[in-house]
DNA sequence: AGGAATTTGTGCGTATGTATC
DNA sequence: AGATACATACGCACAAATTCC
């Protein structure tokens, strides 16, 4: 029973909504929703509806419900967030990650590229990445160049993802990661990330919520150091 | 309300009932369910009650669920539903999985070995894995010995974790995968997974729904044949 | 081709169970 | 122990997609 004709059901709606107020921190981490009855009251919904929307929050693990206390928030914008694509952690556990610029230009997509997005250009993004300051990986990151004319690499100080998102409106939401291993690449040689020999090898390819692959990035890691860590179900 | 006391929830019951079902194979895959009615009549519970149940069978993929259309069962017993913890494929693409059981035994768990599980023993098993008949890894698991007193070899010629389904009920349904790189181990040599040198190095810590950290193993693979594949969101 | 029958999807309201405060 | 709040369960009505005749 839809109100209007061609419009998205109703708790699919909410869902969006509670979404959006999520992410964009009008809802705080911790912070308790009101009542299921008095949420559904003001969107003029039937509980039932109401629980279905926050059923898809839950999966998403956006909220956590828990019987007879409340339905409450749970994002943290800055860990699971920004950096829930860094996959990267420290052999003896976790470490906070950081990025020192390299290089920024904008150049033709080489021939050995693998094919992504729909321009003959692509922004090149070098950066040393380091976790609690120790380099730890080299990181090349395209950028097709449908996505920005042109980069500053002043605003590019902080998480790629959230520079993607405040100055691009470039939302990456999915990502296929394929690890192995390769040789370091020469433009790394000197940056003290590796002694030398072999390195842990990701190749990414970052896809926009409808699908289309925006990105595409490689990184060499030091294995001594660093693993690739990935959480499945 | 439920019928009896200290029952689980209806939703849950005929949820786990159909699973029961498909994988006992009683259920072929493409087979159509009856109509959501009428196994609701059958079952002695409301349409919404099912529906719920259904749900959760759709989210594990055993089912396909069309408007207008049925319930079908989708259940590729060896391919994407039991591989769906299988995350390695061949660099020119996919593959098709299998293994080669290569030894099982009973052992203290080793001091290097990290901590997972309640018990001082477990089982260790090796395989070399294939994909599409091509040699690509060599795999060692440890499985807690709470779950099982002895293995029996000749059972575990399929998918391990449709053996720890079917012939211990444990349901590995999450995992925690750890990449980096590592010397291949001494028993691995003569089985022609590797010339010599490095390997790509999985190390996965599989839990049960309750959390609880099962199974621990470790997986050397070949990276000129084959990469992890970790696909996010 | 087209309409009727069938089947799943959405939405509502209500009653009761159970965990938390 | 009582109040509050989420969880389960039921039944019904109508919408939307598919299938059948």
């Not at 898809?56 to 206390?69: A, D, K, T």
């Not at 980069?151 to 902080?158: A, C, G, M, V």
């Not at 409106?169 to 072999?198: C, H, K, Q, Y």
């Amino acid at each position: 029973m839809r109100s209007e004709a061609n419009a998205l059901p109703k708790y699919i709606q909410a869902s969006e909504t509670l979404i959006r107020d999520i992410v964009a921190g009008r809802l705080r981490d911790g912070e308790r929703l009101a009542p299921e009855r008095d949420m559904a009251a003001d969107m003029g919904i039937a509980v039932g509806t109401l629980r279905k929307a926050l059923g898809e929050l839950e999966q998403r693990g956006l909220i956590e419900r828990i019987q007879g206390s409340g339905n409450y928030i749970r994002h943290q914008p800055d860990t699971s967030g920004v950096y829930a694509l860094f996959r990267l952690e420290r052999i003896d556990g976790g470490g906070l990650p950081s990025a020192d610029l390299y290089e920024v230009s904008k150049v033709e997509k080489p021939a050995d590229l693998p094919r992504f997005g729909s321009s003959t250009m692509a922004h090149r993004i070098r950066r040393l990445r380091r976790l609690s300051a120790e380099p730890i990986a080299l990181e090349e990151i395209w950028l097709d160049a449908k996505w920005a004319d042109t980069i500053d690499p002043k605003r590019l100080s902080e998480s790629l993802y959230l520079f993607y998102r405040r100055s691009l409106n470039l939302w990456i939401t999915r990502a296929e990661d394929r690890i192995g291993i390769a040789p370091m690449p020469d433009w790394g040689r000197s940056l003290g990330v590796f002694r030398d020999g072999m390195a842990g090898f990701v190749e990414r390819f970052g896809e926009t919520d409808t699908g289309e692959v925006a990105e595409y990035s490689r990184t060499w890691f030091n294995s001594d150091r660093a693993r690739y860590v990935s959480r499945i179900r």
